[in-house]
């Protein structure tokens, strides 16, 4: 990242297709979080036109209205109207839902280490999946996310504003955004170009939406970013009536970057939506994050990516690496095995260090998991840099990265 470059990430409204399929899987496992804080849910949701379908696994001892709650969650969005091609009230809904497998659970409600007498004393439940997590953090904003991200969500975030508001009464929910940051010597420079493509009324004219966003969203979000040389594309295809899920079908899930760090650092695969907390794609991610936020604001590194990995059915992970990317106050092992000892990163540990048995999903489905500053998200919490400084007893000898 020591050089000039471009770089460019995207987020998108809470009407997008994708957007949509994820709050409707999130509202689903924030009501049954509510009656049963232990439940197990994977909550899928595919949306095209004039249907709304959920499937999954889900294992609960409480009920739920789920087609209800669908339709709560198009009308909160903003597709209220037949002639947006999607309306609350008149889409089908359409479920299909079994239990979690048997086989996983037994190794989700008791970790591998208990049943085979490894670790006796361990607390735990073990994971619910295989695989790999990524946390990052840096220091291009006082959230500690990459700019890029930063300000597409928050254009993204005006552009919902302004329909809701009716400040632009011409919009409708769908919506996309995106920004090019220049970067010289591995930092923000400039913004280059802001793309918007936003769903509108058949009536409105490109010269009435490209003054209303340019004036209303672009400069205010931009701020100090703002600079006339900004090239400024708006709805380049020159009309976007046709949009929601009757324009593209919606999955869960299939936002994953922009969910993330808008392709900045690197991604498991994992999505996050719909999934209770066993599910190490979600939990484990978040856990990543609050490690590697917290790494930054101690001041052990500018800029900091770490992986977890784990095995189903094992409480502890199987590996931990951490990527400071020269900027370290310590070799990059060293920032390992003070992430580990500072942070409990097994499964249970996580869940109830960061209190995710609670009804806080649903927030998160729209404008990105990290780096929130409206809403109260607790792996966004800096409660872990005096920990983290008092064992950071660094060698005289160890390099002292970029900070």
């Not at 509108?200 to 966003?213: D, I, K, N, Q, V």
């Not at 929130?372 to 064992?391: H, Y």
Request: glycine fraction near 10%.
């Amino acid at each position: 990242m020591g050089k000039d470059f471009k770089f460019t990430s995207e987020s998108v409204t809470k009407g997008h297709p994708d957007k949509v399929a994820d709050q409707i899987s999130d509202a689903i496992l924030d009501k049954i979080l509510a009656q049963d804080p232990t439940a197990r849910v994977a909550a899928e949701t595919v949306v095209t036109t004039g249907l709304a379908l959920v499937a999954g696994e889900i294992t609960t001892g409480c009920y739920i209205d789920i087609p209800r709650t669908v339709r709560e969650t198009i009308r909160d969005v903003g597709y209220v109207r037949a002639k947006m091609g999607f309306d609350a009230d008149t889409v089908a809904v359409l479920t299909s839902i079994d239990e979690q497998s048997a086989d996983i659970a037994q190794g989700v409600d008791q970790a591998w280490e208990i049943r085979t007498g490894q670790d006796g004393e361990l607390d735990g439940v073990g994971a619910g999946d295989q695989g790999m997590v990524f946390g990052f953090a840096c220091d291009e904003t006082p959230e500690l996310m990459p700019l890029p991200i930063s300000l597409a969500h928050a254009l993204a975030r005006r552009l919902d504003e302004t329909r809701q508001k009716e400040i632009l009464p011409f919009l409708w929910p769908d919506g996309k955004t995106q920004v090019t940051v220049r970067y010289r010597d591995g930092r923000p420079q400039a913004v280059d170009t802001v793309l918007i493509s936003a769903q509108h009324r058949p009536e409105t004219t490109e010269a009435e939406l490209a003054e209303g966003l340019r004036e209303t969203v672009i400069k205010p979000v931009l701020g100090p970013w703002w600079q006339p040389t900004v090239r400024v594309l708006i709805n380049p295809t020159g009309r976007f009536v046709i949009g929601g899920p009757q324009g593209d079908a919606g999955l869960t899930g299939r936002k994953i970057i922009v969910d993330t760090y808008g392709g900045y650092a690197r991604h498991g695969g994992g999505a996050f939506s719909g999934k209770d907390p066993t599910k190490v794609d979600r939990s484990a991610s978040y856990a990543a994050r609050w490690a590697a936020k917290n790494v930054v604001a101690a001041g052990l590194a500018s800029r900091v990516e770490i992986q977890i990995a784990y095995a189903i059915g094992v409480a502890r992970p199987v590996s931990i690496m951490v990527d400071s990317f020269g900027t370290g106050k310590a070799d990059d092992t060293q920032l390992a095995d003070w992430v580990s000892r500072v942070f409990d990163l097994r499964p249970l540990a996580v869940i109830r260090a960061l209190q995710l048995r609670r009804p806080i999903f649903l927030q998160t489905a729209a404008y990105g998991h990290f780096g929130r500053t409206d809403v109260d998200l607790p792996w966004e919490a800096t409660n872990r840099v005096e920990e983290l400084q008092s064992v950071a007893v660094i060698d005289p000898t160890a390099k002292a990265g970029g900070l």
